[in-house]
């Protein structure tokens, strides 16, 4: 099973929205709703932000949604802040509750 | 509150095992898939199965399978990883991560980390 396909890094400025794109296939993000988001910040653990495509971690800011069509999720962040810097991974289930992630996103706040 | 402390960190040879712990608190440890993941340093995250501590009942990624083995002690509310045949691309960090719901893939709870070092 390959990773999910993500842009290796984005920017944007604070007060800005930004997207990270994910890329699957039909056999993943495309064959089902079972897609996550997770923001890891150096050193820590990731955290899990984003399930079921576009629902939000208790205590999750309303500024992280999440999105899909077809074989492509979607992570949006909406009045960027400079807490939001940090690595950025979405996951897909695949089989036997089994995922796989993508390949990690760098958001760099200017 | 849901908690994982996973064990210190391991130096190892190549061609040799490592066994990860991770100890639960906060919640019953046989309601809820225990799953292990992996970073190598600046990459990204690898997924590597999951246990169901009731059954323990297992499933790996096609890369790992044959060579990780994922058991418990639930008298003692921990988990295990263990991983053999060590080269120097199995040095990572390994997570252990709980389940958002009693299965799947969602993590939504996880351990501190263990590095994990594979040198001569």
């Known amino acids: 099973q390959s990773a999910l396909t993500q842009p290796a890094s984005v920017s944007g400025s604070p007060g800005q929205s930004i997207t990270i794109s994910c890329t699957g296939t039909s056999s993943d993000i495309g064959a089902h709703n079972y897609v996550s988001w997770y923001q890891q910040h150096p050193g820590k653990a990731p955290k899990l932000i984003i399930y079921?495509?576009?629902d939000r971690s208790s205590g999750v800011s309303n500024r992280f949604s999440g999105s899909k069509s077809g074989n492509t999720a979607s992570l949006t962040i909406s009045g960027l802040q400079a807490e939001d810097e940090a690595d950025y991974y979405c996951s897909s289930y695949i089989t036997g509750s089994l995922g796989v992630f993508g390949g990690g996103t760098k958001l760099t706040v200017l | 509150q849901v908690q994982l402390v996973q064990s210190g960190a391991e130096v190892k040879k190549p061609g040799a095992s490592v066994k990860v712990s991770c100890k639960a608190s906060?919640?019953?440890?046989?309601?809820?898939?225990i799953n292990w993941a992996r970073q190598a340093t600046g990459q990204g995250l690898e997924w590597m199965g999951w246990m169901n501590p009731n059954s323990g009942n297992t499933g790996y990624a096609q890369k790992f399978r044959g060579r990780v083995t994922m058991t418990r002690d639930a008298s003692i509310r921990t988990a295990y990883m263990e991983l053999s045949s060590l080269t120097s691309e199995d040095t990572a960090i390994y997570y252990c991560?709980?389940?958002?719901?009693?299965?799947?893939?969602?993590?939504?709870?996880w351990g501190q980390g263990t590095v994990v070092t594979v040198s001569s």
């Open positions: 906060g919640y019953t440890f046989t309601d809820y898939d």
């Open positions: 991560a709980r389940a958002l719901r009693r299965s799947g893939s969602y993590l939504a709870y």
């Open positions: 079921d495509v576009s």
